[in-house]
């Protein structure tokens, strides 16, 4: 199952999702490398445990990012690939996009928005780059850009259908009326519209398929029709190496079918989470401000234009703080129902794929 990512090397096709703020780090990441796969650091307020962090928010987040970028790499022993998360809806996104690949970064993974222009912060440095899309129109809209004004295209791609969780790249309309494309649909389609372009560059686009993958059943599913390999992101939090709190981990293993709400962000992407005492609060009127704004994303209103800080309320959920925190996840989380190693997630994953490809 080895894949050649345009010339580095993943023993296994699996992605661990980025999520972000702190869930996904160096210890996470690192291990999930060290077992031959592509472990992922979320950029997002990465720096949110640094000493400055209110008063000099970019020059922390600076600094954490290249932190742990080399400590994934120490702890992943030579395994695997560590990649950066950069959503492009943060402030100073290219500006973390250089610090990554500076930092030594194997890849930049970008989605929340269309990395229009990442091909030009990646073209002198030895980084993969890979957008994160939802449809065949946005693969094939910056498909055609990157060919057309940089002459190049993905290393690779990642699908997130609606099963993800956190801000998903799908109508509010559509994930209420159930109307989203499926996953494998979605595929099909990205796929299709790859080959012109794999065949004009001469080289092969790799697809990850994410967003409600679960078991190595769904890997395999996703395997058998054209993909090369699954990015999943809830099972990791359930793990001991997650850089989350043991809280942040005990509410996805409590969670019910019925705790897991699809939720209107601040910054006005509708996103999936845990229905914990902060949303129920929202419900009823009240308002959870940041003591100073840092400005993390373009979008955001400011001030008391939002009900509550997207940042602050991530933050609070990944110190463990339950009633003032928000739990991001994907529709499966239900599922979850213990705290594994990294080790044994993964080799779980890959011996049911392994049976199910028979």
Excluded: W
């Excluded at 661990?16 to 796969?37: D, F, P, R």
């Excluded at 395997?223 to 999943?232: D, E, H, P, R, Y």
């Excluded at 229905?275 to 308002?287: A, H, I, M, R, S």
């Excluded at 129902?337 to 994953?349: F, G, M, Q």
């Amino acid at each position: 199952m080895e894949l050649n990512l345009n010339g580095k090397l993943l023993k296994h096709g699996i992605i661990q999702g980025g999520m972000g703020v702190g869930v996904s780090l160096s210890e996470l990441a690192g291990n999930v490398a060290k077992e031959g796969c592509m472990g992922v650091i979320s950029s997002v307020n990465i720096g949110y445990k640094e000493n400055d962090f209110l008063k000099n928010p970019f020059e922390a987040n600076m600094r954490a990012l290249k932190y742990h970028i080399q400590r994934a790499k120490e702890i992943s022993q030579g395994n695997g690939l560590i990649a950066v998360n950069i959503m492009v809806a943060v402030s100073h996104y290219a500006e973390t996009v250089k610090c990554a690949i500076e930092a030594g970064a194997d890849a930049i993974i970008s989605g929340a928005g269309l990395p229009l222009n990442l091909p030009e912060y990646v073209k002198d440095s030895k980084a993969l780059y890979a957008p994160i899309v939802s449809s065949k129109k946005a693969a094939e809209l910056l498909c055609k850009r990157f060919s057309k004004k940089y002459n190049s295209v993905p290393d690779f791609m990642v699908i997130e259908g609606y099963k993800a969780g956190g801000h998903l790249g799908f109508s509010n309309q559509d994930l209420e009326e159930k109307t989203c494309q499926d996953n494998l649909t979605i595929l099909g389609e990205v796929l299709e519209t790859i080959r012109p372009y794999e065949e004009k560059f001469r080289r092969k686009i790799n697809i990850f398929l994410g967003g409600g993958i679960f078991t190595g059943k769904d890997m395999a599913t996703a395997l058998q029709n054209g993909a090369s390999g699954v990015q999943i992101g809830t099972r990791f939090i359930a793990t001991k190496e997650c850089d989350a709190s043991d809280t942040f981990k005990d509410v996805i293993v409590n969670a019910k079918e019925s705790d897991i709400k699809i939720i209107k962000s601040p910054v006005g992407m509708p996103a999936r989470a845990v229905f914990t005492p902060l949303l129920q609060n929202l419900e009823k009127g009240k308002t959870f401000f940041a003591e100073k704004c840092n400005n993390c994303l373009k979008a955001c209103p400011k001030g008391n234009k939002i009900p509550y800080c997207i940042s602050r309320a991530l933050i609070e959920a990944v110190k463990g703080n339950r009633e003032e925190g928000l739990f991001f996840c994907g529709e499966n989380a239900s599922r979850v129902s213990k705290i594994v190693t990294v080790k044994e997630l993964v080799n779980e994953i890959l011996e049911d794929c392994k049976n199910n490809l028979r």
